[in-house]
């Protein structure tokens, strides 16, 4: 399924997988210009290439090398050969995505993409009416980017946001260090963030903030009941509640616990690749 919509220059991709009448996960890809911000999933590809057969696309950068915001790299470049741009480090895992063990929920909800061809992405990228700053913004993954647009205050947060509060964190995230990438967010302007999962959030600035008071003041808990002898199961129970379907579906790999796993140990459940 795709829906397609604009907020002043930008073009907005809200694309999912239709389970029934379910789309169990929504990603954006984002249009700006002649520059394509992601381009989402596999399993919405007749949809997706068919919103842009009008549409020019000089330029794709790649927030990171995830499944779903990938995924159709390949049919893009086919037709058009755009460049392709990504963080070193997410330019093999964009060439070769048999190299991420993808779980059986990802293979239902995403599918695995197509390899493809980038190149590493500079300091800024440029269309003909915005200057994006690229700022490295690891955490969520190893690779991520987001870009900022400071002129109209616009910041493409990728996976980097997804919302004021933890809910359920994935095993290779790392609870430390996308709160230090928070916080530097947190420090510019922005008036838009354009997230991946939710699209548009406005006060953008205000919303990094809420989200870097949440996660610190989860942190301190955290760590004051761990030295009260309480056991990490207890603690997520105690500060996130009990697990919902999302940490069965996937098999445990967005679970609470895991916010808490990776307080106490210092990084992510499962080791980044070196």
């Known amino acids: 399924m795709l829906i397609t919509s604009t907020h002043n220059d930008v073009t907005l991709f809200k694309m999912g997988r239709s389970l029934g009448p379910v789309v169990p996960y929504w990603v954006h890809a984002f249009l700006v210009d002649d520059l394509l911000i992601d381009t989402g999933t596999i399993a919405a590809r007749r949809e997706f290439m068919d919103a842009q057969r009008d549409r020019t696309v000089r330029t794709i950068v790649n927030t990171h090398h995830h499944e779903d915001h990938a995924g159709n790299n390949a049919a893009l470049a ?15 895992w964009i060439a070769d995505p048999g190299r991420m063990p993808l779980r059986p929920y990802q293979l239902v909800v995403w599918r695995r993409h197509d390899g493809s061809t980038a190149k590493p992405i500079g300091t800024t990228v440029e269309t003909d009416n915005h200057s994006f700053d690229v700022l490295f913004t690891p955490g969520h993954s190893f690779d991520h980017i987001c870009l900022y647009e400071p002129e109209k205050k616009w910041l493409f947060t990728g996976d980097t946001y997804c919302g ?29 963030i354009f997230c991946s999962l939710l699209g548009v959030v406005r006060d953008g600035t205000k919303a990094l903030r809420d989200k870097v008071a949440f996660m610190t003041r989860l942190r301190d808990d955290v760590l004051d009941l761990r030295a009260s002898g309480f056991s990490p199961r207890a603690i997520a129970r105690k500060l996130l509640g009990r697990e919902g379907p999302m940490f069965y579906i996937t098999g445990g790999h967005y679970a609470k616990a895991n916010a808490v796993q990776s307080i106490l140990s210092g990084g992510p459940m499962d080791a980044w690749p070196v």
Do not use: M, Q
């Open 164 to 192: 004021r509060k933890i809910k359920y964190f994935r095993r290779d995230e790392d609870y430390a260090l996308l709160l230090e990438t928070l916080s530097h967010l947190a420090e510019l302007e922005v008036e838009t």
């Open 78 to 92: 086919a037709g058009r050969n755009p460049a392709i741009l990504a963080h070193e480090r997410a330019i093999p």
